[in-house]
């Protein structure tokens, strides 16, 4: 046995990943075996590692490394989004903290430094998946802005508006005004904020003392109102229907409109209408004929037309408005309440509702389109219960269309320029101006202006299946040979931004790109079967988040678990599409935490470790096995066999949590607490039939577990045999699970049973474990088919319970404590008389302590709370303890 008992995992795990890369185990180019193709959701080049990051990435990995051992072309594509908004933003940053603003040095200049910014920074997270034990393919990383997948971005955009797909029109948008560029809705973070409700009094025309009263929680908009609206049949404001009142501080004369949109119950049942500055109101402006008077400009200061606190920014000016109100007392109280307040994602600034000129895709058609692919099977969601909040986002009373352009200059320009009121889209200037030229002969490319704004992110991710295999390039062969890819595993909070619109794109595209033929076999679906992640979450539920403080180093944790550790750890509480809490509060005081789960990995890895050294240190011979050796490696086999079965049943499901704690207690329990007892020769040497089937056993799980851990699994592997180049766990065979005995492992169940019952009885009466004591069995069906006829069930017993004989007998011995195996009984044979009414009663206050367990643990699972948010390993645990206790309980009532 080697002098180091711990297992070392920052060693093993820089040692072993080189060792990959050196082989090009990672690497994927066509050929004749099956695809088995991922594409990594592309994480911004402003991302460093986090906790979602993790999760999401080890369950990618298990699933790649699963399909490289079952001999398939597994390809896995990592590459990073360029992140319009989010990088923007910190280049801007950068530059001002330099003195320099972006308005300054112009696009060109500043796309310089974004492109340097990312070549600095964009590709630290990818450096830190692989610390994880990420087996991307890492020379296909690419990069939304790379110039194939720009133009593959410019082509798209052209294909949709030559199919009016796509046109430009003004409509009220969500106004980023720290960015300064339009959101789309999902890009709106809402929260529950404490506010105002400010009352304020409007005038009616050609009265001095009637007033009607609003009540709003923006002021700073009073200045840009236009009319005033009342509910029909609100009592209260009838004889205000048909006249116009006048709007404080400016005093424009506006009308009163009966509309049933107004709610009477919501602060004073009348409603200022300001079109310019919320979207409700822009209808009713539509609706009514209204003037549109926009007083905030994209920096969300107040400008000309406001009149009053020009130059402020909302915040500021909402303080002047109160201010000059009160002088003119029209500011009758201000009340507080709670209202929703919607934020920007990237930069958290409250967005304002504005009116601009955007560019939209029409999506009613390409969404039920999406939608069918989902409900006809074509594309799987794992959960299933995804469905429905795909549903609900992809309805046709809820999809919207889609607002592509952004207002930046990080990002593909859209490629389209205007003579006037006239636009060319095109796929470069020269094409564009060639078309103008059809309607203007004489043009030149000085008469044209190519949009300023970029295209939205997500229109470039939105093609990542197909364009990260150049796709819209002109060779077609990676693209036919990896499309459709096989599963996409990412967060459902970006199931509408990216993975419906990726449905989309591949029912739109894939045809175009490799023909109807092509499509017709294959799919036009970009990938087969999406498995949700849940939400990492603290103890408030709150997602896990650099930016609020409440998210673990997840580079600490890789550093002090090891990154075997911390996969466990993650994936044990980490069922398809369930949120993850940690840090969460259990009953009874309990605290369970991602310390404590990554703890249990580590424990896991150094247990294997120490399985191998145990194995390691025996002695060879050959000598003919011990009967109880021979047993249990019959057993073990069996075992190993119906494991494989469940866990290959486990993975089709996409139940990967459940597959590796399924092989956690396998290997834990099974293998080490009670094969490896089982065949320890008392002399220190093994016979060689024993030690070969254990190394062959030890070796086939080290297969099944490395995809969930795969670098204790690949150090374990190469220690137990000799291994020849090449000749690599990573690489090896997933094994097939024979047939196997399970009249073998119903009898081996009893046999630890009537250990478990041994040591128990040992333990409750004080008697030693080192003390040899006899065992009788009355005869019967279970007790003549376990100990009749095998030796090997007779040794087992002897060795781990230290028994000095195991007889069947026809009576009841006078000494003995009687308890179950099976259906039978059997008596633990004491050094000592035996007192039965004193036993009896011991056995019932046994039987009421475990029923008060009992109920406690079923009150603990009759707690929705506590399954849906404690870890899946938690709840099993707790199951376990429910199953035992019942048994006990059974086992001790029988006995009485």
């Known amino acids: 046995m080697s002098a180091k008992a711990t297992y070392d995992s920052s060693q093993v795990e820089k040692k072993w990943y080189a060792h990959w890369m050196e082989h090009d185990y990672f690497r994927s180019v066509p050929d004749e075996r099956e695809?088995?193709?991922?594409?990594?959701?592309?994480?911004?080049?402003?991302?460093?590692?986090?906790?979602?990051?993790?999760?999401?990435?080890?369950?990618?990995?298990?699933?790649?490394?699963?399909?490289?051992?079952?001999?398939?072309?597994?390809?896995?594509?990592?590459?990073?989004?360029?992140?319009?908004?989010?990088?923007?933003?910190k280049v801007v940053k950068r530059l001002r903290e330099q003195g320099v603003k972006k308005s300054d040095i112009g696009r060109e200049e500043f796309l310089k430094h974004a492109f340097a910014w990312k070549d600095e920074f964009g590709g630290i997270i990818l450096q830190q998946l692989q610390l994880l034990g990420a087996s991307c393919d890492w020379e296909r990383t690419r990069f939304t802005m790379e110039p194939k997948l720009y133009g593959a971005v410019i082509k798209v955009f052209v294909m949709l508006y030559k199919r009016d797909k796509l046109y430009r029109a003004k409509r009220m948008t969500n106004w980023d005004p720290e960015a300064q560029t339009v959101l789309s809705n999902e890009e709106v973070i809402h929260t529950e904020e404490n506010g105002n409700l400010y009352h304020v009094r409007y005038r009616m025309e050609g009265t001095d003392d009637t007033y009607i009263t609003i009540a709003t929680s923006r002021p700073e908009t009073i200045m840009a109102d236009t009319a005033i609206a009342v509910h029909p049949d609100d009592e209260r404001y009838t004889s205000f229907h048909g006249r116009k009142v006048i709007v404080p501080l400016v005093d424009r004369v506006v009308p009163v409109i009966p509309d049933d949109y107004v709610d009477p119950e919501f602060g004073t049942g009348a409603l200022k209408i300001t079109p310019a500055h919320d979207p409700n109101d822009y209808a009713l402006g539509e609706k009514y004929g209204l003037e549109v008077i926009d007083t905030i400009n994209a920096d969300g200061t107040m400008n000309e037309r406001a009149q009053f606190a020009v130059g402020l920014d909302r915040a500021e000016a909402r303080i002047e408005i109160i201010k000059l109100l009160k002088e003119r007392g029209d500011l009758v109280k201000i009340?507080?309440?709670?209202?929703?307040?919607?934020?920007?994602?990237?930069?958290?600034?409250?967005?304002?509702p504005r009116l601009t000129l955007q560019w939209f895709m029409k999506m009613r058609d390409t969404a039920a389109t999406a939608l069918e692919a989902v409900e006809s099977g074509e594309v799987t969601f794992h959960p299933e219960s995804m469905v429905n909040m795909y549903r609900s986002w992809l309805n046709e009373e809820n999809v919207r269309d889609w607002c592509v352009s952004r207002q930046l200059w990080w990002g593909q320009r859209i490629p389209a320029w205007y003579h006037g009121d006239e636009v060319y889209v095109a796929e470069t200037a020269e094409e564009a101006l060639a078309e103008a030229r059809h309607h203007h002969p004489g043009l030149?490319?000085?008469?044209?202006?190519?949009?300023?704004?970029?295209?939205?992110?997500?229109?470039?991710?939105?093609?990542?299946?197909?364009?990260?295999?150049?796709?819209?390039?002109?060779?077609?062969?990676?693209?036919?040979?990896?499309?459709?890819?096989?599963?996409?595993?990412?967060?459902?909070?970006?199931?509408?931004?990216?993975?419906?619109?990726?449905?989309?794109?591949?029912?739109?595209?894939?045809?175009?790109?490799?023909?109807?033929?092509?499509?017709?076999?294959?799919?036009?679906?970009?990938?087969?079967?999406?498995?949700?992640?849940?939400?990492?979450?603290?103890?408030?539920?709150?997602?896990?988040?650099?930016?609020?403080?409440?998210?673990?180093?997840?580079?600490?944790?890789?550093?002090?678990?090891?990154?075997?550790?911390?996969?466990?750890?993650?994936?044990?509480?980490?069922?398809?599409?369930?949120?993850?809490?940690?840090?969460?509060?259990?009953?009874?005081?309990?605290?369970?935490?991602?310390?404590?789960?990554?703890?249990?990995?580590?424990?896991?890895?150094?247990?294997i470790f120490n399985a191998n050294r145990l194995i390691q240190s025996f002695e060879v011979a050959d000598r003919a096995p011990e009967p109880a050796a021979a047993l249990a490696t019959r057993w073990i086999e069996a075992k190993l066999n119906e494991t494989i079965r469940e866990v290959d049943r486990?993975?089709?499901?996409y139940r990967l949590s459940e597959a590796m704690v399924t092989l956690y207690r396998l290997i834990w329990s099974d293998f080490c607490s009670w094969y490896?007892?089982?065949?320890?020769?008392?002399?220190?040497?093994?016979?060689?039939?024993?030690?070969?089937?254990?190394?062959?056993?030890?070796?086939?799980?080290m297969t099944l577990l490395h995809p969930f851990m795969p670098f204790i699994t690949e150090e374990v592997w190469h220690q137990l045999r000799d291994r020849k180049e090449g000749q690599d766990c990573i690489v090896s065979t997933w094994p097939v699970a024979g047939e196997y005995d399970r009249q073998l492992l119903r009898d081996f169940d009893l046999l630890q049973d009537t250990v478990s019952h041994v040591r128990d009885l040992r333990n409750q009466r004080g008697i030693s474990q080192g003390e040899t004591l006899q065992l009788a069995v009355k005869r019967g069906a279970d007790a003549e088919r376990l100990l009749g006829a095998d030796a090997?069930?007779?040794?087992?017993?002897?060795?781990?319970?230290?028994?000095?004989?195991?007889?069947?007998?026809?009576?009841?011995?006078?000494?003995?404590?009687?308890?179950?195996?099976?259906?039978?009984?059997?008596?633990?044979?004491?050094?000592?008389?035996?007192?039965?009414?004193?036993?009896?009663?011991?056995?019932?206050?046994?039987?009421?302590?475990?029923?008060?367990?009992?109920?406690?643990?079923?009150?603990?699972?009759?707690?929705?709370?506590?399954?849906?948010?404690?870890?899946?390993?938690?709840?099993?645990?707790e199951r376990k303890k429910q199953a035992d206790a019942q048994a006990k309980i059974a086992n001790l009532e029988k006995m009485l």
Not at 67 to 78: F, I, M, T
Not at 487 to 512: H, K, P
Not at 679 to 691: H, L, W
Request: hydrophobic share 40%; charged share 25%; with cysteine.
């Open 792 to 877: 090997g069930a007779v040794g087992f017993l002897k060795k781990s319970a230290n028994l000095g004989s195991v007889e069947l007998t026809d009576a009841a011995p006078g000494n003995g404590l009687p308890f179950l195996i099976g259906t039978d009984t059997g008596y633990l044979i004491l050094n000592e008389e035996v007192d039965l009414a004193a036993e009896r009663a011991k056995t019932e206050e046994e039987l009421t302590r475990l029923r008060g367990f009992l109920k406690g643990i079923e009150k603990k699972l009759a707690n929705e709370r506590f399954v849906a948010n404690a870890p899946e390993a938690v709840v099993e645990m």
């Open 444 to 607: 030149t490319m000085d008469d044209l202006l190519q949009d300023e704004d970029v295209l939205d992110t997500w229109f470039s991710s939105w093609l990542w299946p197909m364009s990260v295999f150049d796709g819209f390039g002109e060779d077609k062969t990676e693209l036919a040979y990896y499309y459709p890819t096989n599963d996409l595993v990412t967060g459902w909070d970006i199931m509408f931004f990216w993975v419906a619109r990726m449905i989309m794109a591949g029912y739109e595209f894939s045809e175009d790109l490799l023909g109807e033929e092509f499509v017709t076999e294959n799919g036009r679906q970009p990938f087969r079967d999406v498995y949700f992640t849940g939400m990492v979450r603290d103890e408030k539920r709150r997602k896990m988040s650099k930016s609020l403080g409440n998210s673990p180093d997840a580079l600490e944790l890789l550093r002090t678990y090891g990154a075997d550790g911390v996969r466990y750890g993650m994936l044990s509480s980490a069922a398809a599409g369930n949120d993850i809490i940690f840090d969460a509060p259990l009953q009874d005081g309990e605290v369970l935490n991602e310390s404590q789960l990554c703890e249990q990995g580590r424990k896991f890895c150094n247990k």
């Open 35 to 89: 695809p088995y193709t991922i594409v990594i959701p592309p994480p911004n080049v402003t991302g460093v590692l986090h906790m979602g990051h993790m999760l999401n990435n080890t369950v990618q990995d298990i699933l790649i490394r699963k399909a490289r051992l079952d001999g398939k072309n597994a390809c896995w594509v990592p590459g990073t989004d360029h992140a319009s908004i989010a990088t923007e933003a």
């Open 676 to 701: 490896l007892e089982a065949i320890k020769p008392a002399d220190g040497v093994i016979s060689r039939t024993s030690y070969d089937a254990a190394i062959s056993v030890f070796e086939r799980m």
């Open 335 to 352: 009340e507080q309440y709670r209202t929703s307040v919607g934020r920007s994602e990237r930069t958290n600034a409250v967005v304002e």
């Open 650 to 653: 486990l993975i089709a499901e």
